[in-house]
């Protein structure tokens, strides 16, 4: 049965997440539904991660499995003639590098982007896209904190209290803050990633960019090991999945 690794570009505002979820509209369930459109099979994918509510991706990677080894660019086309009327499309399509390889187990790193549209007035093509905040941020400052967060850490401080996963201990190998433009881009990469755990970092590095928090009270909230003394959770809005590494 061949596996063919898919490498998917989505808007997720009009999908409840990644997952499938019965009566509800969701990322994976409109892949499967274009899978079956042109195929004929009705099958379940598997992705690098799953998405909340909202969130956006520039490279999400999944594998699906199918009966019949179709060429890849027939994968890549038809699958893309009936997500046409979707906010999702197929950017690549291959053969998976082996039998074992998983879209999830076999990832090595993940990277995310959160946008931070810092200006005044609102955004109107970014809405959705975008968190807006009207209050200058101090980037530098913002990136500066952002060092605390960075190594093997308990971060369960930035941890959502309905988190799956075994440990809130994870290693931060990323965190990066820079200015361009009206914007402000926050970049964080980690072998994987805790519940909210990017958007809870976001939004606490905001109110250091507001000048309410300091990178004293960052590294004090992280050694809390306390969910609540995380700063506010940022919106789902500007966050994207940027890319997935493999080895």
């Not at 549209?117 to 530098?140: G, M, S």
């Amino acid at each position: 049965m061949p596996r063919y690794k898919l490498t998917l570009e989505y808007d997720g505002t009009a999908y409840n997440g990644f997952q499938a979820q019965d009566g509800q509209p969701t990322v994976q369930g409109a892949i499967e539904a274009a899978i079956l459109a042109f195929s004929g099979e009705r099958i379940r994918i598997a992705a690098a991660g799953r998405t909340d509510t909202g969130v956006h991706a520039l490279e999400q990677v999944i594998h699906a499995d199918l009966a019949r080894d179709w060429p890849v660019e027939t994968v890549l086309n038809a699958m893309n003639a009936h997500l046409v009327r979707e906010d999702v499309c197929v950017l690549a399509a291959e053969p998976a590098p082996d039998a074992d390889w998983h879209a999830r187990f076999s990832a090595t790193g993940r990277g995310y982007l959160y946008r931070i549209l810092n200006r005044r007035p609102q955004p109107v093509l970014e809405r959705d896209r975008v968190w807006h905040v009207k209050k200058p941020l101090d980037a530098e400052a913002m990136h500066h904190a952002a060092q605390v967060l960075v190594g093997h850490h308990d971060f369960t401080t930035f941890r959502d209290v309905a988190c799956q996963s075994k440990s809130p201990v994870k290693t931060l190998d990323v965190a990066r803050v820079s200015r361009l433009g009206q914007e402000v881009h926050l970049v964080f990469q980690a072998r994987s990633f805790l519940h909210r755990q990017v958007r809870s970092m976001a939004g606490t590095l905001v109110e250091v960019g507001l000048g309410r928090w300091t990178a004293h009270d960052v590294r004090r909230a992280l050694e809390a090991r306390d969910r609540a003394e995380c700063g506010p959770v940022a919106p789902s809005a500007g966050l994207y999945l940027s890319g997935v590494r493999y080895d």
